[in-house]
């Protein structure tokens, strides 16, 4: 039987620095859990620019559909702002996105108990969250037509279409039953029907799946009203499920909860492959960072979630991955910070490799 197959593409920025450490995790569930993975290593986005002149390689795309799953550090930087908008370092990952047919995305928002003080929010409303925004991906707003900037009389108009199928509602909604089966059983979905035609065929649409899945507790709120329970009593929350428009507003909103945005990690999930595995590209939310790229500051964790992520999702390792963000929960309990999570008391910040030191001993210490 052959080992699961790895694509990493760090990137650009902190992309490179915070894969190396994702890399060290990687090697130690090999050496030690006897869990080894076929890897290889590839470029995108701005790096891909640099060396093909374009921000996906098609050979890369290719591999990308074929691997188990992808692991993708950050794209983009200042370097590439005066670009086409087709050349963009951004472009690469959208391409991943739409030929892997990456449908459903995944973001939770957990805090751990450590970093509580963080949220802007009182910490006995944010301590102990864990819920999980998926989001779908790949139609609605951002993709609908008509759409641009047109003339109409003697002023211009811009157009964007919400347009939505059956079929891209479904399988979203079955995507995020699924998810619900495996937590709480609670799945809250969020729309506008109040207001929108798509809105109220997402609600049918989503209504008519719960059938299937008779023991998950299915809600349905307005996304505006969403947004205010939120930031109200998150903890009512388990599962929540959306659209384009409104799942990339609620999870940025959602994020921050935790107090930190470089602590977050994202799959994008599409279809089951051949051997029963759905496509999947893992990424940590935070972006590029060029303003510490190459000074050792940079937080690794939510990449290394993302990774976490990858061993539950697409590799059915399931007690690795708590294993793994177990190990990660000790080490910020017992007082390791990097740059971007020191508190106002101070102190000196953990580089970049020694937050991998920390977690990599604390896996040894979890065997």
């Not at 959602?254 to 595995?277: E, F, I, K, V, W």
């Not at 590029?288 to 590799?315: E, H, V, W």
């Given at each position: 039987m052959s080992n699961p197959s790895l694509l990493i593409l760090p990137g650009d920025g902190i992309g490179p620095e915070v894969m190396a450490q994702v890399t060290r995790v990687?090697?130690?569930?090999?050496?030690?859990?006897?869990?080894?993975?076929?890897?290889?290593?590839?470029?995108?986005?701005?790096?891909?620019?640099?060396?093909?002149?374009?921000?996906?390689?098609?050979?890369?795309?290719?591999?990308?559909l074929e691997v188990d799953a992808v692991l993708l550090g950050a794209v983009g930087g200042p370097k590439y702002d005066e670009l086409d908008f087709s050349l963009k370092p951004e472009r690469g990952l959208l391409r991943l996105r739409k030929e892997m047919d990456l449908f459903s995305n995944l973001r939770p928002a957990q805090c751990f108990d450590a970093l509580a003080d963080f949220s802007s929010l009182k910490k006995e409303v944010v301590a102990g969250l864990d819920i999980m925004i998926v989001r779908e991906l790949t139609s609605g707003v951002y993709f609908g037509e008509p759409r641009g900037i047109f003339e109409e009389g003697n002023e211009r108009v811009g157009i964007n279409t919400q347009r939505y199928t059956e079929s891209e509602i479904e399988r979203v909604a079955r995507s995020a039953f699924e998810l619900a089966m495996?937590?709480?059983?609670?799945?809250?979905?969020?729309?506008?029907?109040?207001?929108?035609?798509?809105?109220?065929?997402?609600?049918?649409?989503?209504?008519?799946?719960?059938?299937?899945?008779?023991?998950?507790?299915?809600?349905?709120?307005?996304?505006?009203?969403?947004?205010?329970?939120?930031?109200?009593?998150?903890k009512q929350f388990d599962v929540i499920v959306t659209d384009n428009l409104f799942g990339d507003v609620l999870s940025d909103c959602a994020a921050m909860l935790t107090g930190s945005l470089g602590m977050l990690p994202s799959a994008s999930l599409g279809a089951p492959m051949a051997n029963g595995r759905p496509k999947a590209l893992y990424e940590p939310v935070h972006g590029s960072a060029p303003d510490i790229t190459g000074q050792g500051k940079a937080n690794p964790i939510?990449?290394?979630?993302?990774?976490?992520?990858?061993?539950?999702?697409?590799?059915?390792?399931?007690?690795?991955?708590?294993?793994?963000?177990?190990?990660?929960?000790?080490?910020?309990?017992?007082?390791?910070?990097?740059?971007?999570?020191?508190?106002?008391?101070?102190?000196?910040?953990?580089?970049?490799?020694?937050?991998?030191?920390?977690?990599?001993?604390?896996?040894?210490?979890?065997?």
């Amino acid at each position: 039987m052959s080992n699961p197959s790895l694509l990493i593409l760090p990137g650009d920025g902190i992309g490179p620095e915070v894969m190396a450490q994702v890399t060290r995790v990687i090697d130690w569930f090999g050496a030690k859990r006897d869990l080894p993975f076929d890897v290889e290593t590839d470029l995108v986005g701005g790096a891909a620019y640099d060396k093909h002149g374009t921000p996906l390689h098609d050979d890369t795309m290719a591999r990308a559909l074929e691997v188990d799953a992808v692991l993708l550090g950050a794209v983009g930087g200042p370097k590439y702002d005066e670009l086409d908008f087709s050349l963009k370092p951004e472009r690469g990952l959208l391409r991943l996105r739409k030929e892997m047919d990456l449908f459903s995305n995944l973001r939770p928002a957990q805090c751990f108990d450590a970093l509580a003080d963080f949220s802007s929010l009182k910490k006995e409303v944010v301590a102990g969250l864990d819920i999980m925004i998926v989001r779908e991906l790949t139609s609605g707003v951002y993709f609908g037509e008509p759409r641009g900037i047109f003339e109409e009389g003697n002023e211009r108009v811009g157009i964007n279409t919400q347009r939505y199928t059956e079929s891209e509602i479904e399988r979203v909604a079955r995507s995020a039953f699924e998810l619900a089966m495996r937590r709480d059983k609670r799945l809250c979905s969020m729309e506008k029907a109040n207001v929108m035609e798509s809105g109220v065929l997402w609600r049918e649409v989503v209504t008519r799946v719960a059938a299937d899945y008779p023991e998950v507790e299915l809600s349905h709120m307005y996304a505006d009203n969403g947004a205010m329970q939120l930031v109200r009593a998150p903890k009512q929350f388990d599962v929540i499920v959306t659209d384009n428009l409104f799942g990339d507003v609620l999870s940025d909103c959602a994020a921050m909860l935790t107090g930190s945005l470089g602590m977050l990690p994202s799959a994008s999930l599409g279809a089951p492959m051949a051997n029963g595995r759905p496509k999947a590209l893992y990424e940590p939310v935070h972006g590029s960072a060029p303003d510490i790229t190459g000074q050792g500051k940079a937080n690794p964790i939510a990449c290394i979630l993302s990774f976490a992520m990858a061993l539950r999702y697409s590799f059915d390792q399931g007690d690795e991955a708590a294993r793994l963000e177990a190990a990660i929960e000790s080490v910020l309990a017992g007082g390791a910070r990097t740059a971007d999570l020191m508190g106002p008391e101070g102190g000196t910040p953990m580089s970049t490799t020694e937050m991998g030191d920390a977690i990599l001993a604390a896996l040894d210490a979890s065997l």
